[in-house]
């Protein structure tokens, strides 16, 4: 055969050697050009064969077994694809040269690239698990590592689609490839798209979530328990969970959680430690809280250790764990020995006041709209932005001119709902439609809302999270989605040049008129009641049915100020102030009328014997007037004083203080008994704290009739 005599050996054209795995001679596709470059130029031409014009001009490929025994795989896959000699497809390609040399000594690479393009097989796309050494560690086992014995296998590249710019794809926006933020809507990166359901039903679940974490916390407890006994007593899982439902009834479904989840890490550590089971020992969860230090757990995690006991011990009424809350060394480990600087949301600027505005009136999208609508509802009403999506109502309050005032939400769900200030009663939260900007943006953001369909509650709520197709859904947007699309629209995703310590976030709506508040130098007071915040001085609000009226004439002013720039917020304190005006309304220096405020328990039981009704009836004039001229000591806020002999005693939630005559301890002198919440006072009571008249004017009363009594049986 002429194998051995075109290449002897098995050698290349280099005289290195080339074999194949079964030991046969190998010839790379370059080594294919070279001998077939040698026979043309040996003379080995036929030009009268019509198919003389191939890679080399007028070189007739090779026949037979000579072919097979002397070209690459490379070279016979090319004459497998076009015809067995594969001359048809280099005719066209191969017979002239573009730069007008002769044919028959010019290399044509177009021609060859093309030919060792097609013989190689396209790649296909490949999951990330088939792929490197992930395609090792995931395979099957006979997925062996596999050595290129030949070098890297060459693969066909991937063709491009069709009517895609590689210049658009190649191009470095410099930005997260997720979305293409030019091009897609803000809500589309906020908003967290979730399940459809409504604030009241999600509220409801995340309870019973919340009973249901407790029910199995609750099964890792001693059988001793105090608690233990009383879910014994239910019949069945049902009463077992009403039960826990009444018991968690007016808390946070987010706090109940909370402290079950610490509860259950405390049953974890009893539990992989073989101690004692829960409730423990002090001495136990003593060093619990030591190990837990030693794993590195920050102050703030072993305080809501302590706060999930405390939570046991008087919600769940569990009195075994009151040692555990009155031991100081306890409490020591929990306490923050290094101090910290408080992480608290920063206030928004004026400026950035006014984009907000811009973007109601100006935004191409309408979401954009919307939602900076809402967050200057939040941030004028001085509320919390969950508060404000768990509003029952919602109405705009207009002048005798039928022009827009004021823009007032009302909620029973919110954080102060337990106090006594705000107890039993809805939270009204009033927002001016004037803003910073000096002009009304209710307007506006409400024909954006009704463009889109919304309506306020109760048929719909302040702020709807939208769809991914942009229609809005019965779910309110949460507050750190609310804080995302602030930061959106503010560009403060990546920091600014005030600095890179302030913290953005939906809270920063409450706190801006707040802080502007303080700046300018209102007074505590005044600043407690536009934040809505529980105070001691909460009598005054029980008669008054708009007792946020002075406050928000502060607040007016104060956003008046700012829109004509007098008063500059944003400026050091040197040059906040412009021009103060000097009608700026002060504390009230007007004598204060206390009155009898009793509540519905102490009604119920203002029903005193006929005795008692006669004599308090008919006391006199004399004393009347006295009682008149002691309650004149209220002015200074000054308790008044009972008569000599007469103890005090005080109601623990009530505050009420009532009287008893010397010698007596279990009825008061108005009547009522003494029950198991009032306590004797040893002290003076606080000024605002209420008072019982019926006691007061009976011991007063008594105490003249005594005098006038010694003052007649004294000799003359």
């Not at 002429?2 to 054209?13: I, L, Q, R, T």
């Not at 959680?257 to 550590?269: D, F, S």
């Not at 048929?459 to 859904?473: H, Q, R, V, Y």
Request: charged share 25%.
């Amino acid at each position: 055969m002429e194998k051995a005599e075109d290449n002897p050996g098995g050698h290349s054209v280099d005289g290195s050697l080339n074999v194949s795995l079964d030991g046969t001679p190998f010839n790379s596709f370059s080594d294919d050009l070279q001998i077939m470059r040698r026979e043309g130029e040996s003379g080995n031409v036929d030009t009268n064969d019509a198919y003389t014009d191939n890679l080399f001009g007028n070189v007739e490929p090779l026949q037979g077994e000579e072919g097979l025994s002397v070209c690459s795989p490379t070279t016979i896959a090319t004459q497998d694809v076009y015809g067995g000699r594969g001359s048809d497809f280099l005719h066209g390609i191969g017979s002239a040269d573009v730069h007008g040399r002769d044919s028959a000594n010019s290399f044509n690479f177009d021609a060859a690239l093309n030919v060792a393009f097609n013989s190689t097989e396209s790649e296909q796309p490949k999951q990330v698990w088939e792929t490197g050494i992930w395609k090792y560690i995931f395979g099957g086992d006979d997925s062996g590592i596999e050595f290129g014995v030949w070098g890297e296998q060459m693969s066909r590249p991937t063709p491009l689609l069709w009517g895609i710019d590689q210049q658009v794809l190649d191009t470095d926006h410099g930005g997260s490839l997720k979305r293409g933020r030019m091009h897609s809507c803000n809500f589309m990166d906020v908003v967290s798209f979730k399940p459809d359901v409504p604030w009241p039903e999600q509220r409801d679940a995340d309870l019973q979530r919340g009973i249901m974490l407790w029910t199995g916390v609750t099964s890792k407890w001693s059988d001793s328990c105090s608690l233990m006994g009383k879910i014994a007593d239910m019949r069945n899982e049902a009463e077992v969970f009403n039960m826990f439902a009444h018991v968690f009834s007016g808390r946070a479904p987010v706090t109940v959680r909370k402290r079950g989840t610490a509860i259950l890490r405390v049953c974890n550590y009893l539990e992989s430690e073989s101690l004692e089971l829960f409730p423990m020992k002090e001495i136990t969860f003593y060093r619990f809280l030591c190990h837990e230090q030693l794993q590195g757990a920050p102050a703030s995690r072993l305080q809501g250790y302590i706060q999930a006991i405390a939570f046991c011990r008087h919600v769940l009424d569990v009195q075994e764990l009151q040692t555990v809350l009155d031991s100081k060394r306890c409490s020591g480990v929990a306490r923050e020995t290094c101090p910290k600087e408080r992480k608290q949301a920063s206030p928004l600027t004026v400026v950035e006041l006014q984009k907000l505005h811009q973007v109601v009136d100006e935004a191409p999208d309408i979401w954009d709209a919307i939602f900076a609508g809402a967050a200057l509802l939040c941030c004028y009403c001085r509320g919390r932005w969950g508060d404000l999506m768990r509003s029952e109502t919602a109405f705009l309050d207009v002048d005798e001119n039928r022009q827009p005032a004021y823009l007032e939400t009302r909620t029973g769900r919110h954080k102060t709902m337990s106090s006594q200030m705000h107890r039993h009663q809805f939270l009204p939260m009033v927002a001016p439609v004037k803003g910073v900007h000096g002009c009304d943006w209710a307007t506006p953001w409400m024909k954006h809302r009704t463009s889109m369909g919304l309506a306020f509650p109760p048929e719909g709520l302040i702020m709807p999270a939208p769809d991914k197709n942009g229609e809005p859904t019965q779910r309110p947007l949460e507050s750190g989605e609310c804080g995302k699309w602030l930061r959106r629209l503010l560009n403060m995703e990546k920091g600014t040049a005030d600095g890179p310590e302030r913290r953005i976030s939906s809270h920063s709506l409450k706190c801006t008129m707040l802080s502007f508040a303080a700046k300018r130098g209102l007074s505590v007071p005044d600043r407690l009641m536009l934040g809505y915040h529980s105070s001691q001085m909460h009598m005054a609000l029980v008669y008054s049915r708009d007792g946020a009226a002075a406050s928000l004439i502060l607040l007016e002013r104060l956003i008046e100020e700012i829109a004509k720039g007098k008063f500059k917020p944003d400026s050091t304190r040197s040059g906040r102030v412009i021009d103060s005006p000097a009608d700026q309304p002060g504390p009230q220096k007007d004598a204060v009328k206390v009155e009898q405020v009793m509540s519905s328990d102490e009604e119920r039981n203002d029903v005193a014997p006929a005795s008692d009704s006669s004599d308090s009836t008919s006391s006199s004039d004399s004393s009347a007037q006295e009682v008149l001229r002691d309650r004149g000591l209220n002015k200074v806020f000054a308790p008044p004083q009972p008569p000599e002999g007469f103890s005090r005693w005080q109601h623990s939630k009530l505050k009420t203080v009532h009287l008893t005559e010397p010698g007596y301890f279990r009825v008061f002198v108005c009547g009522r008994s003494v029950g198991a919440f009032h306590q004797r006072l040893t002290q003076e009571p606080r000024f605002d704290s209420p008072i019982c008249w019926a006691c007061f004017n009976k011991a007063r009363a008594s105490d003249a009739s005594a005098v006038n009594s010694e003052t007649a049986g004294a000799p003359g």
